[in-house]
């Protein structure tokens, strides 16, 4: 018992007699206007940067610490903001022991009204690269050289992170709070901390095994990120990367989200999310390929699955993989992910101006590669939907060929391609269908004209560009061919159109027009076909082959043609014998040709004077010439 008392009472001693040692020797090693001194002589001569450091202090109980206020560290003279690193004060607490021997390690570190600067120059320099002042790269320094490396708590309050990239506009990132508590060495880190973006609150919660090789080519360390915006939550869980290079980690990633609103408005956009989203995938990263495997994205009701893989060799990044999803409805993803409904169209207009999302695909430039697509069924915002939807997406800079593709629709089947390119806004068109019914696009598309049957085979070879879809219709440049089999339009006689329509084209009294067939040929050019035999039909009473054009710049139509009837057929047909088509693309209006109305009522007067006598003569005398020249063939020609 008495050892063990002389024991402490002499370990109690040289205590006393250290700290007595210490606080009489630290004024002396530690001086502030020397330390300020050395601080600035370091950084000009390892950074070619000035540090300023304001009043400092020192206390000594009831631990070694330091004081510092106005510390600034300058930024490169490209960069827009002049300080690099501010911060209204800094609370350095020491290490005991190493001061005695002459050294500076630091225990804890408190920062208070810090602002930090992080800009990237046009060339791609960034402001945060500390590069020695000879140039070249610096070299990392061993754990046992890191004025950090004994570092066990550091805490930041009331600071803010800017970051500007190539001279746009700054986001501001505010730390309300955060702390990181760590074992020596930087082992076992644990890090919290409550931060705003564009007002909106965001909670983290991190733990890392090991930051001792932070910076070192190809280090990792194990742990997991947690973040929470509210009803978003974003886990991270696994090898991180610990260099600036990222390039080695394996990460798997849970986000669940009852709504991404918060975490939404968190990163400044202003959609209003409605639909809960769920997503997972394991990220993995070997020297300069990247895989993102078992993806995983519900939103809403829609899910999408897939693998992608990423290569960089310079600038040039890599892609290839694939997604599928068993049925997407276009519209109602976006819905879900806060997108605006499109507005109502405007009476008599057929396409809408909203912007397309042309800067999404030129910010691709630099990515090389092919995405395979698989869809099992794909409803396009017009309410069209395509069925085994197959494509191959390459990107090649800023240019999206997507080559081919093919699907089911309309009851039947398109191949062909597409390409975009980016900075240009332009597209280039190839397609073909075979059996696509008209009465299935009237009615998917919502329209309530009585249309059954219609059976269509197209072909198109276009270009165009534009900002939105009524630019890009407005500038069409190509061929476009159709050719319709038997339909029939059930006409209730409703109003003046289907009067003239369904006297022109049926038998007496019909309620309804029975075609046999229609042929277009319209050959665009900035949007406006031309032709003398431009569009043609053929119903069970009669022929029409039409001359005019069709504008998709203006949206409007004007065709004029013959009616032709038929052997045995006595109508308006015969009687009126031209029919003009004019007005809006939505709404066209069907009459009589004004310019020959007064020989329609010649034709008229003669019929009934003659009892329909000469009307039926006028119809078998050019029966045999409408079978000669069948208007559904004659536009292709």
Known sequence: ?????????????????????????????????????????????????????????????????LHAEAVALESPPWAKSRQLFTAESVDARLELLPLLVGKTRLKSLQIEGARLSLETAVDGAKSWSLAPAGGGDAKPKSPDEGDFINLTQLTIRNSDVSVRDKGAAATLLHIDEATAEASPGLRDVRIEATVHRNRKPMSLSA??????????????????????????????????????????????????????????????????????????????????????????????????????????????????????????????VLLDLGYPALPPLAPNELFHDNPLAWPLLASLDGVDGTIDVKLGALVLRNGVEMKNVKARAAFAGDRLTVSPFAIETLGGSATGSLVFEGRKKAVRVNFEGTNLLLERWFRERGSKIPFTGGPMKVKATLTTAGDNMKALAASITGPVTILMGPAVWASQKAGHAEDVMAS??????????????????????????NGKALIGARTTVSNLLTSGFVDLREETLELRGRVKPKTGTVGLATIAGDIQITGKLRSPHASLDPVSTPAAIVRGAAAIVTLGLSAAGTAAGTAEQARKNDPCEVVFH
């Open 1 to 65: 018992m008495k050892k063990w008392r002389r024991t402490l009472l002499w370990i109690a001693g040289i205590t006393a007699i250290a700290a007595i040692a210490g606080a009489v020797a630290l004024p002396r090693l530690v001086d502030p206007e020397r330390l300020k001194r050395v601080a600035r002589d370091k950084a000009q001569a390892a950074w070619s940067r000035d540090l300023s450091i304001g009043d400092v202090s020192l206390n000594i109980f009831p631990l070694p610490a």
């Open 207 to 332: 733990t890392f095994a090991d930051l001792s090789r932070v910076g070192k080519d190809g280090a990792t360390t194990e742990g997991t990120v947690d973040f929470d915006w509210g009803k978003s939550h974003l886990t991270l869980a696994g090898s991180f990367p610990l260099d600036a290079a990222a390039k080695a980690y394996a990460v798997k990633a849970d986000l669940k989200a009852a709504s991404m609103h918060d975490m939404a408005a968190f990163f400044g956009d202003t959609r209003l999310p409605t639909a809960p989203v769920t997503a997972h995938f394991i990220a993995r990263a070997t020297l300069a390929k990247t895989e993102l495997g078992d993806i995983s994205v519900a939103i809403g009701k829609h899910v999408v699955t897939g693998a992608v893989q990423l290569a960089r060799a310079g600038k040039k990044t890599t892609v290839g993989g694939r997604l599928e999803s068993t049925r997407l409805d276009w519209e109602k």
């Open 504 to 529: 022109a084209f049926s038998s007496k009294n019909s309620t309804s027009i029975d075609f046999e067939c229609i042929g277009a040929a319209l050959p665009f050019t900035a949007g406006r076909a």
